[in-house]
Structure formats: C-alpha cells, structure tokens
C-alpha cells in the first residue's frame, strides 16, 4: 500500500523518551511506552509508521516569537532538571523531545496535505495544547497542534482548519495562539472547574473562532456526546473544514487520576467517528491527531489504540 | 489552608476557604498535577457547608412545626 492515500501514519520517535520529568510526575515517558506497546498488536500493521524529524525554527516562529523560542533554549540544563512552573520542567532531552512532537505534526499535516496518507496520529511527548505564546506551563513547550494549524494555511494555502481538542483540560494555549486567527475553528470540551481556569463559553475568540464547551465534574460520556452533538459537530459542519486537527488528549478518562470526567473508551471511540464523518464530507478525510494527556497509562494507551482504530478504519 | 480538621469546620470557616478554593481555581492559580486535589478539598468543604446548612434548616423546622402554630421550644434531633 506504500505510495497510497488509502492508509494511516503514525508519527512518532523515540527522542521524545528522552524528556525526563522527575519521579512521580504524571506527564512521564512511560505514557509513550505504553501506547507504542498497545500499537504493536498486529491490529495495527497497517500503520504506515515514520519518524518524527525535529521542527525547523521557522514552524515555532508560526505561532511563538523568537523570545519564547530563545528562553527555552536557554532553560534546558546540561544536567538535574530546570522548573519553568510548578508542573513543567526540562531536562537536557526536553528541547529535542518537543522539537520532534512539533516535527511529528508539521510532517503529518504534510503527508495528509500530500495525498500520501488518508489521516495520521502523532504519538509525542510533550504534549502542546497549553503552551501560550511566551508561557510554556502545564508540561507544555510548544505550540503542536497550533503549529500543525498554521503550516496547513500558510503553507498549502488552506482558507479553514478546524481544531478538535477533547483533552480534560482546556486547551488555553491554543486559544491564546489562535485568538485572533479566523481562519481556524477551535473547539474545546474540558471539566470546569478544573485547570488551568479558562475555558469558559463566553472566551469565543476574536472572530467567533473558539468554542468552549465546558463539562462539570463527573460528568459522563453521554454528557459529552450531547454537547458535542448540539454544539460542536453542527459548527463544525457549518464552518466546512478543509482540514481536521485534533488534540486528543484521553484524560477524560474515568480512571484518569487527573480529573473526574467519567467517559470511557468507547466515547473516544465515538468523538473520532464523528471527526472522521465532518472530514470525509468537508476535507477529503484528512485528519491530523495529536497527543495531549492521559495519565493512566492502562486507559490512555487502551483509548489512544481505539483511536488510532477508528482512524485506520476509516483512512482505509 | 485552614488546619482545622473539615468535619470539625464551622459553617462560615468552611464556606471561607470554600470562596478562596473556587477563586483559585477560577483564576488558574493553580498547578495541573495539584487542581484535582484542590478540586476535591473544595468538594469536601462544600458538602460540609451542605450539612451545616441542612442542621440549621432541620433545626429551623423543629421550631416552626410545633403545635397550634405557637414556638415553644426546639425539638431534639440527630445533627450536631
């Protein structure tokens, strides 16, 4: 099938085992681990899988300036580690690791844009989707799916990409990076009250480009399901996306240790069927995933793997 | 944070902290690996509030439900 569109890639490298964070942190290389292991099964030989290559600084400079880009060059340490906040720290490996989960979406949004492949997934660490313009937090660095936004309409000239982030936690950063791009539908569902505070239905962006849809704690996936049947999927089908990104961040959970958001895998399985539907009628089914959190490593790499299913199922 | 154990807490004490958790929160002033613990003390105090506030209503209707419609006293009843 090489040479074909009728398939799925899976982006990924081992550079991004290399961003340790220190012991009993949540956001830990074993995530990755685990999620390649549950990618080994013969389920998923079809995968047409490819390394990572580091982000050129040009596709940072998309979404952060050049002062964000230098200070976190100039945090990483020769050795221990260097706490940028309370939650996110870097290390000698964490500057390659998030230059390689950058490069992962940047070369996903070019395979898919290519006709390579049908849709990808990015198994990379770490995550990006509260990374603001000059503020790494929230173990972020960098921009990802932001950054994969931005290539697909400047590069290829696409007039909207939409951006699914369904990641427990808001994805602040994206907001803050796509405030003021009309170009880009974000649309967020995330427990509130529940960090990082933002997130709230009336942040809508400066062009009616954001939509946050809150969920309060304990809520299920049927909760989840009729948000995003009554909010989400209609806006998105109105805005007629021409590329899908998701942050699929699988913190949701109910055995996440994050938060109490109670879904299990069949929503995630779900929430990705209905994605791939808004993309086969309005973006030829290109679909770009990215990963967010999930920190049961049991249930996160049992939902990333019924994700990537429901993307190889429908990329074939 | 109040060291006053919560189910020890009076009402205005845990309705106090129970202000500033929600600010915390609402403000993201807050570590993501610590929000869900901060989550869930504000749970506790609100349920204690919940409790207090049901004593007080119980108390309330111990009174008002007396004979004749005349207050004479208050009944005895479980809540502490």
């Not at chain 1, 990006?128 to 790494?136: I, K, Q």
């Not at chain 1, 936690?169 to 649309?187: A, S, V, Y």
């Not at chain 1, 999927?233 to 990104?245: G, H, K, M, T």
């Not at chain 2, 209503?57 to 111990?62: G, I, M, S």
């Amino acid at each position: 099938m090489e040479g074909s569109a009728m398939t799925t890639a899976l982006f990924t490298h081992s550079d991004c085992l290399e961003h340790e964070t220190p012991e009993g942190h949540s956001e830990r290389a074993d995530r990755l681990r685990a999620i390649w292991k549950a990618l080994e099964d013969p389920a998923f030989d079809a995968l047409d899988r490819r390394e990572a290559p580091l982000a050129e600084r040009s596709e940072l400079l998309r979404v952060h300036p050049e002062a964000h880009v230098a200070a976190i060059e100039a945090a990483i340490p020769a050795e221990g580690y260097v706490s940028l906040d309370a939650d996110t720290h870097v290390m000698a490996g964490s500057l390659v690791a998030a230059l390689r989960a950058v490069g992962a979406v940047v070369s996903a949004v070019d395979a898919v844009m290519a006709g390579e492949v049908k849709n990808a997934f990015c198994a990379i660490r770490p995550p990006g989707h509260h990374a603001e313009r000059v503020t790494p937090m929230g173990f972020c660095l960098f921009g990802n799916v932001s950054i994969g936004a931005k290539r697909a309409l400047d590069h290829y000239g696409l007039e909207r990409v939409a951006i699914i982030d369904f990641d427990v936690h808001h994805g602040n950063g994206t907001q803050d990076l796509l405030w003021d791009e009309p170009r880009i539908l974000f649309c967020s569902t995330h427990q509130m009250p529940l960090y990082p505070g933002t997130g709230e239905p009336r942040e809508t962006g400066a062009h009616d480009n954001i939509i946050n849809a809150p969920l309060p704690p304990m809520s299920d996936g049927a909760a989840f399901r009729k948000i995003m049947e009554e909010q989400i999927l209609p806006a998105l089908d109105d805005f007629q996306p021409e590329l899908v990104l998701i942050s699929a961040g699988f913190d949701a959970h109910k055995d996440d240790p994050l938060a109490q958001l109670n879904f299990d895998v069949e929503d995630f399985v779900w929430v990705t069927e209905k994605i791939c539907d808004i993309a086969d009628k309005h973006a030829g089914g290109r679909v770009v995933s990215t990963l967010e959190g999930g920190y049961d490593l049991e249930s996160l790499a049992a939902s990333t793997a019924a994700h990537v299913k429901v993307l190889m199922e429908r990329g074939a | 944070m109040n060291d006053t154990p919560v189910e020890k807490m009076s009402f205005e004490q845990a309705m106090a902290e129970l202000e500033q958790v929600v600010q915390k929160l609402e403000n993201g002033q807050v570590a993501l690996e610590e929000s869900i613990q901060l989550y869930e003390r504000g749970d506790a105090l609100r349920k204690r509030c919940e409790a207090k506030l049901q004593a007080a209503e119980e108390k309330v209707a111990a009174i008002t439900t007396d004979a004749a419609g005349n207050p004479t006293g208050t009944k005895a009843f479980d809540a502490q």
